[in-house]
């Protein structure tokens, strides 16, 4: 069956440190993945997209890689800042495109 | 643009009761999907809808969750009757187009006593 694996065990890091968040998925193959932020009572906000066809997506102080070889997408915040604490969720797509199934996602905290 | 719009954002209900949950999409997205988030399970999608139409409720777990989608502003998630073990928040999310982000409500919070 589909499996999505993201540690979810909470990482720590100190201010100013780039933190590295792994997503591992098994048994499709996802023609794009989408990374989302998740706070403490709200709803997920959308951060990036990368396709199958693309190594590397950065947007600001976030890069987001995507191996489709290793099955497993790297999300990297550099610079880290206590705004960024927060649950980061990975979204392989599945049927087409149409369908995101999101992973349990990685608490993130950040400390000054 | 208001958002996705969900009602009510907390629920307290006793076990058999029915209970509704609601969404207003983005004006012009015509993809609607209605997710649960528990901390065992994580954010489950339940179903989906493209214009307006029902395309995959596999999701659903079991006959005592019904969704619809009268029109392109509105749609509803019912459980009836509720019992405990569906106590979540219920997230719903829309999209314009097959592909691209969804955009989250700030959920509904439901708790069966």
């Known amino acids: 069956s589909q499996k999505i694996e993201q540690n979810s065990e909470a990482l720590n890091i100190q201010e100013g440190k780039t933190a590295t968040l792994t997503c591992n998925y098994t048994?499709?193959?996802?023609?794009?993945l989408q990374w989302y932020r998740q706070d403490p009572g709200r709803g997920p906000v959308f951060l990036l997209l990368?396709?199958?066809?693309?190594k590397e997506k950065r947007k600001e102080r976030l890069k987001v890689t995507f191996d489709t070889t290793l099955k497993q997408s790297l999300f990297h915040i550099t610079a880290s800042q206590p705004a960024d604490s927060a649950t980061y969720l990975c979204?392989?797509?599945?049927?087409?495109?149409?369908?995101?199934?999101f992973g349990g996602g990685t608490r993130l905290m950040v400390k000054p | 643009d208001a958002g996705v719009i969900q009602s009510p954002r907390h629920e307290v209900t006793e076990m058999g009761q029915e209970v509704t949950l609601r969404c207003k999409p983005i004006?012009?997205?015509?993809?609607l999907f209605w997710y649960r988030q528990t901390m065992m399970r994580g954010l489950e999608l339940l179903i989906y809808?493209?214009?307006?139409?029902?395309?995959?409720d596999s999701g659903m777990p079991e006959d005592r969750f019904s969704a619809k989608m009268p029109n392109a502003s509105f749609s509803t998630l019912k459980i009836q009757p509720s019992e405990p073990r569906d106590s979540a928040v219920y997230f719903c999310?829309?999209?314009?187009?097959?592909?691209?982000?969804?955009?989250f409500g700030e959920g509904s919070r439901l708790t069966v006593l």
């Open positions: 048994n499709y193959s996802p023609a794009y």
């Open positions: 999310a829309s999209r314009k187009g097959p592909g691209g982000e969804l955009f």
């Open positions: 990368i396709r199958e066809n693309e």
């Open positions: 979204a392989p797509a599945r049927d087409a495109g149409n369908m995101l199934t």
């Open positions: 809808f493209n214009n307006n139409v029902p395309i995959d």
């Open positions: 004006s012009g997205h015509d993809y």
